[in-house]
C-alpha cells in the first residue's frame, strides 16, 4: 500500500484500523488528503453522495433556506458543507443561513427562518442550541421576530426586493404571522 | 410480539398516515435513533402497536464496525427503545458512521479484513451483553472498497454471523448495488450467504448517477432489484421483505404499487 521506508529507518507499521477509519472519515467530511491506496473515482463519488444526503436533512431542518435558494440549494450548500465536518443538520444550516447573511445573500423567506431561530433559541456556533428562558428579539436580513414565553412572532418580514436598511421596509407588525417553529 | 412477518415498510413521520391505512400491515421498522427512550412515542406507532404491528427498531449510528468499542449509552438506546416497542429484534448494520471525532453522516464499510472481523465481532458482543431480543446485521451498500480486502464479502459476512451468532437482515437493494458498482454477480453471492439466518430482508429504490448505482431510498425500486427478491426467495424466501423510502415520498397509489409488486415478486399477500 505504501512504499516501504528506505536504508536504515525502521519499517513502520501499517497503521491500525481506527487511523484508517479516521483517515477515511477526514478525506470524505472534512477535506483530508484521499487515504492511500484508495481508488478516486469511487471516493469522489462517496464524497458527493454524501453531501447530497446531508443537503437532504438539512433542507428537512431549514425548508425556507433551500426553498429560498431554489435551484442553486445543492450547488450553495455543497460549496459551503465540502471541507466542513456536520454539527448536525439544525447547527449546519444554522451556520450556512449566518455565513449566507454575513454575505447578504440570504433570501428573504430564508431570512425569516433564521430570525425566528435566533429568537427561539440561544445558538454560540460551538454547541447545541438550547431554548432562550427570556424574551428575545431575532433579526436576519431585515426579518425581525420576537419570542415571548416561548412562542414567537415574525414581527416584520424580510424586504422582498432589495433596499437599504431601514429604507422603506414595511412594518408588518400588524399582520404578523405566528410561526410554529 | 410476533417476528417479522410478510411485507412491511419502513415507518418514517413522513409517511405515519399512509402507514397507518394500511390494512394487511403486520410488521414495520422504525429508525431507533428517533424514538425516545421514555416520554410519548409518535402517534402513528402508538396506534401500530395497538393493532398488534410488530414493530423492529433499526439503529444507524451504532458504528458497531467502528475500531472503538461502541458506545454504551447509545447501546442502552437501542435496547430501552426495544423493550418499550416489546420488538422481538432489532437490527444495525456491518458500517462504521464516525472515526477520529468525525461523524460520516453516513453508513461507511469496513475493510474486509482479520483485523475489522475482529473489532465488528467485539462490538456487536458488547451491544448484545445489553440487549433484551437478537440482532440482525445488515451487510451495507458501498462505492468505496479498501485498497487490502482479505476476505470475499461472503467469508467476511459468515464470519462476522459465525462467530456473533447474529442474525442477517439482508438488504437486496445493497446486493443489487454492489454487484453493479463492484462489476460482480449478485446471484453468485446469494448462493454463498448463509440464508437459513435471514430475520428479514430490505429492498429500497436507487438511481444510476456519475457511471455509479445510488442506493438512494429516494426512488422507485427498480425492476433488477424486484429480479433479485424473486432469485432470493427462488433460493430461500425470507420470512419477510420491508420497502424502505426515506425521501421523496411519492403519492400513496405509486408506493401502493410498490407495496403490491414487493409481495407478488415473493409471493407474500398484498398488505394494501
Redesign the interface.
Known amino acids: ?1 505504501t512504499a516501504a521506508p528506505a536504508g536504515d529507518h525502521v519499517p513502520t507499521p501499517r497503521a ?11 478525506a ?3 477535506g483530508g488528503p484521499p487515504p ?4 478516486p ?3 469522489a ?2 464524497r ?3 453531501l447530497r ?2 443537503a ?2 438539512v433542507a428537512r431542518h431549514w425548508p425556507l433556506l433551500a426553498a429560498g435558494l431554489g435551484a442553486g440549494w445543492s450547488t450553495t450548500f455543497a460549496g459551503w458543507a465540502a471541507r466542513r ?2 454539527a448536525g443538520s439544525l447547527r449546519d444550516g444554522w451556520d450556512l443561513a449566518r455565513a449566507l447573511h454575513a454575505e447578504r445573500a440570504l433570501p428573504p423567506a430564508a431570512a425569516e427562518e433564521l430570525a425566528v431561530r435566533e429568537a427561539r433559541l440561544r445558538y454560540d456556533g460551538l454547541r447545541a442550541p438550547r431554548p432562550r428562558r427570556l424574551p428575545a428579539v431575532g433579526r436576519a436580513g431585515g426579518a425581525v421576530a420576537v419570542q415571548i414565553a416561548g412562542r414567537v412572532r415574525l414581527l416584520r418580514p424580510a424586504p422582498r426586493v432589495p433596499t437599504l436598511a431601514g429604507e422603506g421596509v414595511p412594518d408588518a407588525a400588524g399582520s404578523a404571522l405566528w410561526i410554529s417553529d | 410480539m410476533t417476528d417479522p412477518s410478510g411485507v412491511g415498510i419502513g415507518w418514517r413521520p413522513e409517511i405515519a398516515g399512509f402507514v397507518a391505512e394500511l390494512p394487511g400491515l403486520r410488521f414495520v421498522e422504525v429508525v431507533a435513533e428517533g424514538v425516545p427512550a421514555s416520554g410519548p412515542l409518535p402517534p402513528g406507532l402508538t396506534q401500530l402497536r395497538e393493532r398488534a404491528v410488530t414493530v423492529v427498531p433499526h439503529g444507524v449510528r451504532l458504528s458497531l464496525g467502528g475500531a472503538e468499542p461502541v458506545d454504551p449509552t447509545r447501546v442502552a438506546h437501542l435496547a430501552a427503545v426495544a423493550q418499550r416497542l416489546d420488538a422481538p429484534l432489532v437490527s444495525e448494520h456491518i458500517a462504521f458512521v464516525r472515526a477520529g471525532g468525525l461523524e460520516a453522516g453516513h453508513l461507511l464499510p469496513l475493510p474486509r479484513s482479520r483485523e475489522a472481523v475482529d473489532a465488528v465481532c467485539a462490538n456487536v458482543a458488547r451491544a448484545q451483553a445489553e440487549l433484551p431480543v437478537p440482532i440482525a446485521l445488515e451487510p451495507i451498500a458501498a462505492l468505496v472498497d479498501w485498497p487490502d480486502d482479505e476476505l470475499d464479502e461472503a467469508d467476511f459476512l459468515t464470519e462476522i454471523l459465525d462467530r456473533t451468532g447474529a442474525l442477517l437482515l439482508l438488504d437486496v437493494a445493497n446486493v443489487h448495488a454492489n454487484a453493479r458498482n463492484r462489476g460482480a454477480d449478485p446471484l453468485a453471492l446469494l448462493d454463498r450467504l448463509p440464508l437459513e439466518r435471514v430475520a428479514y430482508a430490505h429492498v429500497a429504490g436507487g438511481a444510476e448517477r456519475g457511471g455509479f448505482y445510488h442506493d438512494t431510498h429516494t426512488d422507485p425500486v427498480p425492476p433488477a432489484v424486484l429480479e433479485l427478491v424473486g432469485a432470493l426467495c427462488a433460493r430461500q424466501r425470507p420470512p419477510a421483505l420491508l420497502l424502505e423510502r426515506d425521501g421523496h415520498y411519492p403519492p400513496a397509489a405509486e408506493l401502493r404499487t410498490e407495496l403490491d409488486a414487493l409481495a407478488a415478486a415473493a409471493g407474500f399477500p398484498a398488505v394494501t
Open positions: 500500500m491500525g484500523l481506527a487511523e484508517r477509519q479516521a483517515e477515511l472519515v477526514a470524505l467530511v472534512a492511500p491506496g484508495f481508488a473515482g469511487p471516493l463519488a462517496t458527493a453522495a454524501l444526503k446531508r437532504g436533512d465536518p456536520t
